[in-house]
């Protein structure tokens, strides 16, 4: 946990970075706590690369990489921040790899921003903090994702995103805790959206409308 107290912060906004492999993810997400800068203000926007800012929470959307095993251990060790997953899918699976990787919260991406911003807060303050999903297969209260555009569902969008990574059915199933039978069902649903009947279709596609993932970093100045 980070050394800054509330009591030493006063006023001051709890301070968050937010990582993701993909740009439009952090704008988004970005975009939907900005009416809250009174409480929280985003200083470092990340794809794919560590921390450098002074931050109080680290928010890591899990769009693209579910599977928390790995990429939330890393995270864990390389900062002195509370680690929180945020995800659309937070089945008890996903809720007992994030707390064995010592992160400090599991959050559900079917809340409000406000009560994001409280659970954000409440970390912050030493508490563990676990908002399981409203309803099954409810879309996310905020955010984007890559192919919204085009009317994929966040689920549907991830799966594509895994297979332009190269991901076969069953690794898809395991990366996003998913069955097999859920990850068919997506992908057919997925491809009569952006009109394609084949995998290396597909990718093509996914290629061509931002579903490669970004490695980038952007620190901002709160003030």
């Not at 921003?113 to 676990?130: N, T």
């Amino acid at each position: 946990m980070s050394t800054r107290t509330s009591t030493e912060r006063g006023p001051e906004p709890l301070r968050v970075a937010i990582l993701n492999d993909y740009e439009v993810v952090l704008a988004g997400l970005r975009a939907m706590l900005a009416p809250f800068s009174e409480r929280i203000v985003i200083v470092e926007l990340l794809s794919q690369v560590p921390v450098r800012a002074d931050v109080d929470v680290l928010l890591y959307d899990a769009f693209g990489r579910e599977r928390v095993t790995g990429p939330a251990e890393h995270l864990v060790r390389e900062t002195n921040a509370a680690v929180v997953l945020y995800t659309w899918h937070l089945s008890p699976d996903v809720v007992h790899d994030c707390l064995a990787a010592g992160m400090a919260g599991c959050i559900s991406k079917t809340i409000e921003a406000e009560d994001l911003v409280e659970a954000l807060e409440k970390v912050h303050g030493g508490s563990l903090v676990v908002i399981p999903d409203a309803e099954p297969e409810i879309e996310p209260a905020g955010g984007d994702w890559p192919g919204r555009s085009a009317d994929l569902t966040s689920r549907e969008a991830e799966v594509i995103a895994l297979i332009a990574q190269g991901l076969t059915n069953q690794e898809i199933a395991d990366r996003a805790y998913l069955s097999i039978n859920s990850v068919k069902t997506y992908i057919r649903s997925a491809y009569r959206k952006i009109g394609v009947e084949r995998r290396s279709q597909a990718v093509l596609w996914a290629t061509r409308n931002g579903f490669l993932p970004d490695v980038s970093r952007m620190i901002i100045d709160p003030d």
